[in-house]
């Protein structure tokens, strides 16, 4: 039976590719994302190919927006089977350098928005007896790294949510993981060269040979593919019985 998934920040990037694995396994996708233009464009290319998916303008930083989003696709399909909450943003800066603005505006769209979205599915997801819950966490969630407060933090709680709600959904047929990548080939991860230059004291140029590469062992960085494959492998029937993990997919980075 088709699945049906709801994944936020998903009309580009990670996100986007994620969606469109479930479309070409069958399931039925709703796209969020706060970029209309974006989101509408993937949405209408996807119809034309005869998916069933949907698209809705979501800001993860307005509860409202999340809860609307959410009831939204039960309304719609009925169910929701699969949740990926995804939406994320990077800002490198020392801690004196780095603003409270930005620090609490990242805490509330890589932390609380995930518990929002997470606290509204479950009751669909329990009456269903079953759910995949996706966390979109990083290498960051175990580690620390110079520049990278907000986003460490942010990603350190959701690691701590994602364990919680495991325990409590266990017994409804629901798993919850974190999906713990390390440097992704992704726009995210090019645009925080500028912001290591300045941290790490060398030239933007050699950031990725002199700072970024020497931590991985398998000395690249990972596909987005790699990535998908991952998460389409959680939420399957077969992981079923993993649930509560940082899932990490990090080249080596963190066995050292």
């Not at 509408?40 to 190919?49: C, F, R, S």
């Not at 409202?64 to 909450?85: F, H, M, P």
């Not at 603005?101 to 928005?113: L, S």
Request: with cysteine; aromatic share 6%.
């Amino acid at each position: 039976m088709s699945k049906v998934v709801f994944i936020s920040g998903s009309a580009d990037g990670i996100g986007k590719q994620v969606g469109e694995a479930f479309l070409k396994q069958g399931d039925k996708v709703v796209f969020s994302d706060i970029n209309t233009e974006k989101l509408n464009a993937l949405v209408n290319e996807w119809k034309g190919k005869g998916s069933e998916c949907h698209g809705i303008k979501c800001d993860v930083t307005n509860n409202d927006e999340i809860n609307a989003a959410i009831d939204e696709t039960v309304s719609k399909y009925g169910r929701l089977d699969i949740l990926v909450n995804n939406a994320g943003l990077q800002h490198v800066a020392n801690v004196e350098d780095f603003t409270i603005e930005k620090f609490e505006f990242m805490i509330k769209m890589m932390t609380v928005a995930p518990f929002v979205a997470i606290k509204r599915t479950l009751p669909v997801m329990k009456k269903q007896n079953f759910g995949r819950i996706i966390n979109m966490c990083s290498i960051q969630a175990v580690i620390g790294s110079p520049g990278k407060s907000g986003y460490n933090t942010a990603k350190h709680g959701l690691l701590g949510l994602t364990r919680v709600v495991a325990l409590e959904a266990a017994s409804f047929g629901i798993t919850v993981n974190a999906v713990c990548p390390g440097y992704v080939d992704t726009a995210l991860v090019q645009g925080q060269l500028e912001g290591l230059s300045k941290t790490r004291g060398v030239p933007v140029g050699e950031v990725l040979d002199k700072v970024l590469l020497p931590q991985i062992p398998l000395r690249r960085l990972l596909a987005v593919q790699e990535i998908v494959d991952y998460i389409m492998f959680l939420t399957s029937e077969k992981a079923g019985g993993i649930t509560g993990q940082a899932c990490l997919i990090d080249g080596g980075y963190t066995a050292q």
